[in-house]
């Protein structure tokens, strides 16, 4: 908050497509996606209809006992675009009430197979998950998590598929191969007190956009079916075309045993997430009232129309825009926008994955040493965004896009234009 004494807040009166306005008539390319949630621009006007159509039929009913048209749509959408297996659904409220979920639900799952012994959970280094307890206990990046340590339930945590710190000319696949040793070091020794791995699909994004090749999920799979632990893949930020595809997982030909999503679910219009999971953990809960194996967990909101009616009509927008197909172009013009970057001397190394570009600045372009986090490059970037029109808000020293869809190859050529003299200016 003190930082505010110095760059005061900008309150933004308007959006209209990848364009925030300020009051002051300023304007801004919302590069970021407001948090990755923004997927079809701001006031988007097929979303605007769907939500004041169902706002003048039914704004919200208790989600127990009773149900409604939105919900019912958006869950039998939910099953047909994800990977095959997962045909039950789970809504919550945001990114990490929807972790919350799935760590309950697989330990439950295996209390209710005779299998109480399965206690822990095993994460990926540099993870995160999102803000509440267990999904905070199942992240691992410092800056959000040490504080509360004392408080979280224990997790482990096993060596990242990141391919940032690959050896000189090693392919991203290979490096991720080596790094699934330790994944399976891990597991065959545990398996037994193990409920489920929970991975970020493809990009560790709160942890600096850190990215990897989908061969680590095809064989973290196989090794989970094997040894009867669960997968739970958090696609809350890469799902719904981030990464190219529909989902990240559809990459590794994988299906989890939970697929958490959220932020882009709702085009970035409302808070709403759900967690998608097999017909066979559905039926370990399903039994007589008395038997107590029921899943308890609500929250008021839940299931949502309106925030149901916004992912129906935003889910309906992937299909009559051929998003995912519209996208290559995109994020090829992201790559070639960009590309120079790798010869900059302090930027270690531009890496993209779909819909998701990064810029790492080093102090040190050999060894990638980074810059002391106390430099705060980043927010140098970001204010050299914001006079020119940008929002970019950099983690770190990471320097990254990812823009709505709607951005044009322009708006992309002029973000990086602007990117590139931000990080001219914060490595000087
Ligand atoms: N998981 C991932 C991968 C995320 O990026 C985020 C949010 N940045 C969350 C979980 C938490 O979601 P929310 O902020 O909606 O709780």
């Not at 040894?227 to 990459?251: K, N, S």
């Not at 013009?333 to 810029?359: C, I, K, P, Y």
Request: proline content about 4%.
């Amino acid at each position: 908050m003190k930082d505010h004494e110095h760059y005061p807040l900008i309150p933004i009166e308007r959006g209209e497509g990848v364009w925030l306005y300020d009051f002051d008539g300023n304007r801004y390319i919302d590069a970021i996606s407001s948090w990755w949630v923004n997927l079809f621009g701001h006031a988007n006007p097929t979303i605007n209809a769907a939500l004041s159509e169902q706002a003048g039929r039914l704004e919200h009913v208790i989600f127990a006992g009773f149900s409604h048209e939105p919900a019912i749509q958006l869950a039998e959408r939910l099953v047909a675009i994800t990977p095959e297996g997962l045909e039950r659904v789970f809504f919550g409220d945001s990114g990490s009430s929807a972790i919350e979920i799935a760590l309950k639900m697989s330990f439950h799952y295996w209390k209710n197979s005779g299998k109480s012994g399965k206690t822990e959970f095993v994460n990926l280094a540099n993870s995160y998950h999102g803000e509440t307890f267990g999904a905070l206990a199942v992240g691992d990046v410092p800056l959000f998590k040490q504080t509360y340590e004392p408080l979280l339930m224990k997790c482990r945590t096993v060596a990242s598929p990141d391919c940032f710190f690959r050896e000189e000319g090693e392919s991203w696949e290979s490096h991720s191969r080596q790094q699934f040793e330790h994944m399976r070091t891990e597991l065959e020794q545990h398996h037994e007190t193990i409920c489920a791995v929970v991975v970020e699909p493809l990009i560790q994004c709160a942890g600096n956009m850190r990215m990897y090749h989908p061969v680590y999920l095809t064989k973290l799979r196989e090794l989970c079916t094997q040894l009867e632990v669960h997968l739970i893949a958090d696609e809350i930020a890469v799902g719904f075309g981030r990464t190219g595809t529909m989902f990240g997982c559809e990459q590794a030909g994988v299906s989890p045993d939970f697929l958490c999503v959220a932020k882009g679910l709702t085009g970035g219009y409302l808070p709403l997430s759900a967690v998608l999971t097999s017909d066979q953990v559905y039926q370990a809960f399903y039994d007589d009232y008395s038997t107590l194996r029921a899943f308890l967990h609500s929250h008021s909101f839940t299931g949502n129309p309106l925030a149901c009616a916004v992912a129906n009509a935003t889910l309906e927008l992937f299909e009559s825009e051929n998003t995912i197909e519209n996208n290559r172009m995109l994020a090829q013009v992201m790559s070639e926008s960009f590309s120079h970057l790798n010869d900059h001397r302090q930027v270690a190394e531009v890496r993209q994955t779909g819909m998701m570009l990064a810029a790492e600045m080093v102090v040190d372009k050999k060894t990638r040493q980074p810059y002391p986090w106390q430099e705060r490059r980043g927010l140098k970037v970001y204010l050299h965004g914001l006079k020119n029109e940008c929002l970019l808000r950099p983690l770190g020293n990471v320097v990254y896009l990812v823009p709505p869809y709607v951005i044009t190859p322009d708006q992309i050529e002029h973000l990086a234009k602007i990117a590139t003299a931000g990080i001219e200016l914060a490595t000087k």
